[in-house]
């Protein structure tokens, strides 16, 4: 049996971090963008006489040190008494740790193809399982939450779904440029003397966003919040300015990576494409927003 999900990739544009000892409670509260671009991931599953699990990234193998969560993910939902083979086969559309969501879309389509699988669990808690991962571990806060939800989100209440909420933001013709730069630790980030500043200018534009819900709005506070807390800066920041003169709103950084992101209209593809290159900057994507649920099923080829 082979089935395959496809998980949106998901940019934070502004967040503020809620933890909590109950996993299913701790999140995030902010706003983000789902993508048409993400994760594939593909299950296959054979009976045999041993259980053996194994995880891969991109076409190669992973050790469990190195993909702690779908490997956790993994063992939780595959019944106990299950005897074969199951090969998880994750396929990223954007480089690890540059902040678009790949731990969570790792973790929430595996689950989602191993719940479809066995026929154990609900999307719901199949979606539960995969958030419960990613805190413990360190992987994100408000991913897995925003990614079934899809679109361009605002997350109101903290926690994992069914729990935490979520509502969505109106939008007509907007593309999303990506242009991913670079790594930045999550962990690192949120244990560090940031977190206060986070939690101040995060709250501030949750509420100047809940008064005004529309996408514009959200791009300049997703740039304050970049600025005011420090995040942006360097040759980063020097970037985002450059992008910004081709662009009717202003760009800003992905929370969390060393990348950036703008909403864009079709008439400013071609300018920004230019500047990028100007700048000898590749790597960088026009997508679509994603506005669905995750896809799962059985994969035909």
């Not at 993400?38 to 995880?55: K, P």
Request: proline share 4%.
């Amino acid at each position: 049996m082979l089935i395959r999900t496809f998980i949106p990739a998901h940019i934070t544009a502004f967040f503020v971090p809620r933890f909590n000892e109950d996993p299913l409670k701790a999140g995030s509260l902010g706003a983000g963008i789902n993508l048409d671009k993400g994760t594939n991931v593909f299950v296959s599953i054979e009976d045999g006489t041993e259980r053996h699990i194994h995880v891969a990234f991109n076409g190669k193998p992973v050790k469990r040190s190195a993909a702690r969560i779908s490997y956790g993910v993994a063992e939780e939902i595959t019944p106990g008494d299950f005897t074969g083979e199951v090969e998880i086969w994750q396929y990223f559309d954007f480089p690890n740790g540059h902040g678009f969501g790949n731990s969570a879309g790792g973790a929430l389509g595996t689950a989602l193809a191993l719940a479809y699988a066995f026929k154990n669990r609900t999307l719901l808690q199949a979606s539960q399982t995969a958030h419960r991962y990613e805190v413990v571990n360190g992987g994100g806060l408000g991913d897995v939450i925003a990614q079934l939800h899809g679109g361009i989100e605002m997350r109101i209440k903290a926690g994992a779904p069914g729990i935490g909420v979520v509502d969505n933001i109106f939008f007509e013709d907007y593309k999303v440029l990506t242009v991913p730069l670079g790594r930045l630790s999550t962990r690192e980030i949120l244990r560090g003397g940031m977190i206060k500043k986070i939690r101040t200018e995060g709250e501030k534009a949750l509420r100047e966003l809940l008064k005004a819900p529309t996408p514009e709005n959200m791009m300049y506070l997703a740039r304050k919040f970049a600025e005011s807390t420090g995040l942006l800066e360097g040759e980063l920041l020097e970037i985002a300015r450059e992008l910004d003169r081709a662009l009717r709103l202003p760009s800003s950084m992905v929370m969390l990576g060393k990348s950036l992101f703008a909403l864009l209209r079709q008439d400013e593809v071609k300018k920004v494409k230019e500047v990028l290159e100007n700048l000898s900057i590749e790597g960088y994507t026009v997508c679509e927003i994603y506005s669905n649920r995750p896809e799962v099923g059985r994969w035909i080829g």
